[in-house]
């Protein structure tokens, strides 16, 4: 199946008189006629659902949708991206390891990492995802277990060299994971590049209309854990917590992971996707294929307006062919990137601040990748716990303006944010 015939039918196919939709199970548990039968579920022996904390039949209706899309072994839904981050990590190092992540991430996702997670005794290398191979391969130890980072980096718009990233990871004995948020499987697929996990925000582009918050881990099935035994051991070695399973053996390269991530960690951490929530991300799952290209179109015709605008000091948009990303976009992203251009106001801060208060159509809101457009100052909001040399190395500029292309009317939207320039700039 084509991207466009799976965003429809992958994950669900209903039998005879079933119905079209997938169904919401808005239930926490489920009824069996013997003890022995879901004994058998809780040692992991046998398939089936017991308790939505671990998994939800909607939920992983929706998963098997994204895995799908990903060209994945195996998906899980979280309650949030957050989540999907802090699991996927947290599934393969502990106190002690050690991970290399791109400096140009997600806010949120820095936090986590450089403030929560280091708490938690798990040491963060960021790197330039520019930086030369010397730099890339210095930033390793004995104890690392990962490299992260960003397809399209938000709000920076730095492309990763996911093929370059895959190939350090890999020499180490680690994966690599990349968040794909922003392009989504339409736009660009990172295990077709030898990433070996992928995490959403589902709250982005996937959901797409501003409903509801959420998540997803979709393993590759391509790492070979038990070739690299020593380092993942909660993956190679009997779990105590699971009667002795060893997920490797049990569930094999595709499966251990995901199984892991939920058997472990989501019983214990509980950031689980609600059913009605599932239900919510696959009616946008439905139309992806139609809206990324739709948004990818205005932000491109966007940008292009923006590039030769005499108030507007500079733009960023992979799309665009003067921008330093573009060659590694025309390589990772042929078809298009994202909806999101950021770009700076003449006359700094407040005037991009001033700007946003005089648009009439595009909302001020903590927001991308909604079918409304929508934008942000990530220096004074999203981003305002860091440092300037911080923002500096996430690649975020004071002036910067966020601005999150929708789906209306191209002509609609540049005749506004014309009008809120020329305001600002009075
Ligand atoms: C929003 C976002 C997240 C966090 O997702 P939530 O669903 O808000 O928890 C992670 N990564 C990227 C790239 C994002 O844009």
Redesign the pocket.
């Known amino acids: 199946m084509k991207q466009s015939t799976k965003c429809i039918r992958a994950g669900y196919s209903p039998q005879n008189g079933e119905p079209r939709q997938v169904p919401i199970i808005q239930s926490t548990t489920f009824r069996y006629e013997t003890g022995e039968a879901m004994g058998k579920l809780f040692d992991l022996e046998a398939e089936g659902y017991f308790y939505s904390r671990l998994q939800n039949p909607t939920c992983d209706t929706v998963a098997a949708k994204i895995c799908a899309l990903e060209g994945g072994s195996a998906a899980m839904l979280t309650s949030?991206?957050?989540?999907?981050?802090f699991f996927a990590i947290f599934n393969i190092a502990g106190v002690g390891d050690h991970v290399v992540s791109s400096s140009t991430?997600?806010g949120?996702?820095y936090n986590l990492f450089a403030v929560t997670m280091a708490r938690m005794g798990i040491e963060f290398t960021f790197v330039d995802p520019n930086c030369s191979d010397k730099e890339l391969e210095a930033a390793f130890k004995p104890n690392t277990k990962a490299v992260f980072g960003?397809t399209i980096?938000?709000p920076a718009l730095v492309v990763l060299d996911i093929e370059r990233f895959a190939k350090a990871a890999h020499a180490h004995g680690v994966p690599l994971i990349v968040?794909n948020?922003?392009p989504t499987p339409i736009m660009c697929r990172p295990f077709e590049w030898g990433a070996d996990i992928v995490?959403h925000?589902?709250?982005?582009y996937m959901d797409g209309h501003g409903s509801a918050?959420?998540?997803a881990i979709v393993d590759s099935g391509n790492f070979d854990w038990s070739a690299h035994a020593e380092k993942f051991p909660g993956l190679t070695t009997p779990d105590e917590s699971y009667h002795g399973i060893t997920y490797t053996e049990q569930f094999g390269q595709g499966g251990a992971f995901i199984t892991k991530a939920t058997a472990q960690l989501m019983r214990d951490f509980g950031a689980v996707a609600s059913p009605q929530a599932a239900y919510v991300l696959n009616l946008g799952l439905e139309s992806l294929d139609v809206r990324m290209r739709r948004h990818c179109e205005n932000a491109q015709a966007i940008a292009e307006h923006l590039s030769t605008h005499p108030l507007v000091s500079w733009v960023s948009f992979p799309g665009l062919p003067s921008d330093a990303e573009h060659e590694r976009a025309s390589k990772y992203l042929p078809d298009g990137s994202c909806g999101v251009v950021s770009f700076g106001v003449n006359g700094g801060r407040a005037a991009a601040e001033q700007f946003m208060c005089e648009l009439k159509i595009a909302h001020i809101a903590t927001h991308?990748?909604d079918a409304a457009s929508c934008c942000l100052h990530p220096a004074s909001t999203t981003h305002r716990q860091m440092s300037d040399a911080e923002l500096e190395s996430a690649g975020v500029k004071p002036d910067l303006v966020r601005f999150s292309c929708g789906l209306e009317d191209v002509s609609d939207l540049i005749a506004d944010i014309d009008q809120a320039l020329e305001a600002a700039a009075k």
């Open positions: 949030s991206g957050q989540a999907a981050s991430i997600y949120g996702t960003e980096a938000n968040d948020t922003f995490t925000s589902t709250t982005k918050v959420g998540g991308v990748a």
